[in-house]
């Protein structure tokens, strides 16, 4: 096993305290922002704002604990590598079609079956590895990040369900992007390592300027406690069997990509990677199991490992598991400190759901299956070890 040049901190090493906290926050606000799905389907299944806050945090909770399981190193759960989980596309057709059949219980009901089937698919990865080779797995995070182009595009370009295009949602997306790939290209040092969030602070400065962050359409109209404990709703558990083959092949796609994330996982941390160890691949699937077991009971979507994640490991240089303790434990306080703390979920979803919102538009009508977004290449360049 051979150390990339570009890479600053190993799966094992640990970075000073304040790298790694920022850095740990990175990647909560990457995360987060997979929690539009489970957002698209409390909003199809008609939850009032507060219940969809609550619903939200104990999202962000089930993010956390999920963390924890894929990044873990035991003997037959978790990959061992820094491998943050996200919620997933793939499962947002399924649940809507679920939502309708039989409301937000059988989704939480069918996701967690979908948990216990790849539970099931786990110790049979050895066996099956003919049939699911990497290949597979990397054509499978292709097409998922080339379907979620479809969203992205719809919100960078503010697009409403009357087909009306807002020339500032574009200008504020670009001005975003532009900041995050100028600061990771032409400068150094913290500015280089933090180019997400700082892009990600300098958007939401440029969108309140512009007017479009209203937070008031997702705060209920009792105002927002300063330290609150999420309420799991008891919405119960259903199941169809109708519903099991969407939710099996949903179940199966995201083993694909577990093992597509896992395998980039490697080769980011070995220079010399040439195949994917089965063991990391073997308890990824299985973290990944238990994970969307877990959302499901919880009371949330389906999950799955993050794609962008690894990309921004990637491009930082650093890929601690010791973000393991900091990314995961900061998502679990986020959903146990309630919906009240003004943390920086809000700001995701009111950014994102604003124009639902405020216009009445409702969610796209069609969500297309898949998962991720585009996995960042870092330049190769040599970078050194900040003091």
């Known amino acids: 096993m ?28 990457v995360n987060s922002v997979t ?15 507060g219940q969809m806050v609550e619903f939200v945090s104990l999202s962000m909770f089930a993010l956390g604990i999920s963390t924890i399981f894929l990044c873990a190193q035991y003997k037959f759960v978790g990959c061992g590598y820094l491998c943050p989980a996200g919620f997933s596309q793939i499962f947002v057709g399924p649940s809507l079609f679920a939502v309708h059949i039989g409301g937000l219980p059988l989704v939480f009901g069918m996701t967690a079956i979908a948990g216990l089937i790849q539970l099931c698919i ?30 992205g595009v719809r919100f960078m370009l503010g697009i409403t369900a009357r087909s009306e295009v807002r020339p500032i949602y574009l200008v504020i997306a670009g001005f975003t992007l532009i900041t995050m790939i100028a600061l990771n290209i032409w400068t150094k040092g913290y500015s280089k390592l933090f180019c997400v969030l700082i892009g990600i602070v300098a958007g939401y400065v440029a969108s309140a300027f512009a ?20 309420k799991i709703a008891n919405f119960g558990w259903q199941f169809d069997v109708t519903l099991l083959a969407p939710f099996g092949v949903a179940a199966l796609a995201t083993t694909l990509r577990t093992m597509g994330d ?10 010399d990677w040439v195949r994917p160890s ?73 950014f994102r759901i604003h124009q639902w919102v405020a216009d009445d538009d409702g969610p796209p009508a069609r969500c297309p299956q898949g998962d991720g977004n585009r996995v960042l290449v870092r330049d190769g360049g040599h970078r050194r070890r900040l003091s």
């Open 278 to 350: 089965f063991t990391s691949l073997t308890g990824g699937v299985a973290a990944n199991g238990f994970a969307s077991l877990f959302s499901g009971l919880v009371g949330s979507s389906g999950v799955n490992s993050n794609s962008s994640s690894i990309g921004l490991s990637s491009a930082m240089g650093i890929t601690s598991r010791t973000f393991l303790n900091s990314s995961g434990s900061s998502d679990r306080f986020c959903g146990d400190a309630g919906p009240g703390d003004g943390r920086i979920i809000v700001l995701h979803i009111s």
């Open 211 to 230: 007017g479009i962050l209203d937070l008031s359409t997702v705060i209920p109209e009792g105002g927002l406690s300063i330290l609150k404990l999420p």
């Open 35 to 49: 929690l539009i799905f489970p957002v698209i389907i409390a909003h199809e299944a008609g939850l009032p704002v």
């Open 122 to 151: 786990a110790p049979l990865l050895r066996r099956l590895r003919a049939l699911l080779p990497t290949e597979i797995a990397g054509l499978v995070i292709a097409i998922v990040g080339l379907s979620l182009a479809v969203l």
């Open 262 to 271: 896992v395998s980039n996982a490697q080769r980011v941390n070995d220079m």
């Open 2 to 29: 051979s150390r990339p040049p570009g890479l600053l901190y190993s799966v094992d090493e640990t970075p000073p305290r304040t790298i790694l906290v920022i850095s740990a926050l990175q990647h909560v606000a």
